[in-house]
């Protein structure tokens, strides 16, 4: 039994089939990618994992247990835990309090003490500007925001909904250095990206979805060298 | 005579101050125009003066009975009717329409039970005044003033320092990244119309005892001059909601003394959209950024 697996899921927005019947796994201690163009489904299935949005269909087992249909608040609780597409921060909140917020899950006053040093070794920008509103960071250090306030809550499956959007190469880098830092410290990933080649260069297996549906697996470099995966996803290189 | 207006316009105008925090924390977390605070602030009001009769006059127990009582009504309003719109992902405008008929429900309710006629209010702080510079300030509007302070201060540190207060502004601001950091959002929009009913419920009492009457015709001016204070200090931000109440109680007592009391509320109104023209975002609003 997998530590994460995903069963024939199926999502639609009203008579729109999303998802599709989509299945998938990911071990302990893994980092797993999502690829696909847009509307492929991959931030839907994201964001059904992490409980705000309903399955029509499937499962998704937790060490175990099933936990389709549960609510994002079930969800983060039992330790996996989303950082969304478009970052999302709370822009009026201090960096202080939105990492604050990430821990809000955590009742243990130990655990979220050794978050916020951990957030703060890992994103040294965000000590500085920890007082200041998060609308005013930039975007890169948003995005670090976004993640570490992710990790605030301790979790042991780290979803990440497309880390590189809208950001500059040498930033892009950096993020995909703390993935693969924060997956070194035992943290396992799931990692959408359109950014094809970074995330399968990091990944230890990756799948490709196409309208809603899984029409590749493989470990990362069988994918970067597929012919198929090369052509649609990794601008032919 | 300034100086006695001032004081009876800072009177009113922070009881207008404590109902507008209660619509702008509603509208803060969920966009929505709530048009019932009006009716619970008589309700406020009537259930405050049943019990106090109910009790042969024990107006603290009355009055914390009805405050819970009326913010639990607020936050029933939400569960009831609101909570499976949102589910069903109907528009904002159904809301807004389904907090006018909760209002007019209540109303219908206050006319059949506490009856169409003004009813007295009695005033147990007439105990005494102060004489300041020709002015004449009651011991009641020194408590109202207090009681309104007091409690937008308790409020802005439980919303600024308290983690509820921080998941009420996360709700705010995104609702969705909300739930992904595990807040319940549907007890947060709960505790925020229990506090934003309770709130009106407080005022109204206060202001049935400064009139000495309460009548359910007060309903609906009030929910207007609510709404109309916090645009005007700028929707969805505390410290606006407050400041709109206040200047819009200041002008309504300036003019009604100044110039004439039938003009009273055209003129507030006037100031309002003059305001609003200069600055839309209101006093205290900043530029509307999208939600995400």
Do not use: C
């Not at chain 1, 920890?130 to 570490?148: F, I, R």
């Not at chain 2, 992904?180 to 119309?193: D, E, R």
């Not at chain 2, 009548?215 to 200090?233: C, D, E, N, Q, R």
């Amino acid at each position: 039994m997998a530590f994460l697996e995903v069963k024939d899921l199926h999502v639609s927005y009203g008579a729109i089939k999303a998802i599709q019947g989509i299945s998938l796994k990911v071990e302990k201690g893994e980092v797993v990618t999502l690829i696909g163009s847009n509307g492929a489904g991959k931030t839907t299935t994201m964001n059904t994992l992490a409980g705000l949005i309903k399955p029509a269909a499937g499962q998704i087992l937790f060490k175990e247990e099933n936990i389709a249909g549960h609510d994002a608040p079930d969800v983060v609780s039992r330790g996996i835990t989303l950082s969304p597409e478009g970052r999302q921060v709370f822009p009026k909140l201090s960096v202080w309090e939105n990492l604050d917020m990430g821990a809000y899950s955590v009742k243990d006053p130990a655990v979220r003490k050794r978050g916020f040093e951990q957030a703060f070794s890992l994103f040294p920008i965000l000590k500085e500007r920890s007082s200041q509103p998060a609308g005013t960071l930039s975007g890169g250090e948003q995005q670090m925001l976004a993640v570490a306030r992710a990790l605030m809550s301790d979790p042991e499956v780290l979803m990440l909904d497309e880390p590189s959007l809208g950001l500059a190469p040498i930033i892009i880098q950096d993020i995909f250095n703390l993935i693969k830092k924060i997956n070194g410290m035992g943290t396992t990933i799931l990692l959408v990206e359109q950014n094809a080649k970074m995330a399968l260069g990091i990944s230890d297996r990756g799948y490709v979805l196409e309208t809603g549906r899984i029409v590749h697996v493989g470990t990362g470099e069988e994918l970067m060298k597929s012919d198929e995966v090369k052509n649609a996803y990794l601008g032919g290189i | 005579m300034f100086f006695q207006q001032m004081i009876n316009g800072l009177t009113i105008g922070s009881t207008y101050a404590l109902v507008a925090i209660g619509f702008s924390m509603v509208f803060g977390v969920l966009e929505l125009t709530n048009f019932a605070n009006g009716s619970f602030y008589i309700l406020g009001a009537y259930l405050t003066l049943t019990f106090m009769n109910a009790m042969r006059g024990n107006f603290y127990v009355a009055f914390a009975i009805s405050i819970i009582g009326t913010g639990l009504v607020g936050a029933l309003m939400d569960r009831l009717t609101l909570r499976p719109m949102r589910k069903k992902g109907a528009p904002g405008i159904a809301a807004v329409i389904a907090t006018i008929g909760f209002s007019e429900i209540i109303n219908n309710f206050a006319l059949v039970f506490f009856g169409t006629e003004t009813k007295p209010f009695p005033n147990i702080f007439k105990v005494g005044k102060i004489r300041l510079g020709g002015a004449i300030i009651t011991y009641l509007q020194i408590i109202i003033f207090v009681v309104a302070l007091v409690l937008m201060l308790v409020l802005s540190l439980m919303v600024y320092k308290t983690k509820v207060g921080k998941a009420m502004r996360a709700t705010a601001q995104n609702t969705s990244a909300a739930r992904l950091m595990g807040i319940n959002v549907n007890h947060i929009i709960t505790l925020t119309f229990f506090i934003g009913t309770l709130l009106a419920a407080v005022a109204g009492t206060l202001v049935a005892m400064y009139v000495e009457s309460v009548s359910v015709g007060l309903a609906s001016a009030i929910s207007m001059k609510t709404f109309a204070a916090a645009v005007l200090g700028g929707v969805g931000s505390l410290p606006g909601a407050m400041v709109g109440g206040i200047l819009l109680g200041l002008v309504e007592t300036i003019v009604a003394g100044y110039i004439s009391s039938g003009y009273r509320d055209a003129i507030a109104f006037i100031i309002l959209i003059l305001v609003l023209i200069f600055r839309p975002a209101g006093l205290f609003g900043q530029k509307t950024q999208a939600k995400v």
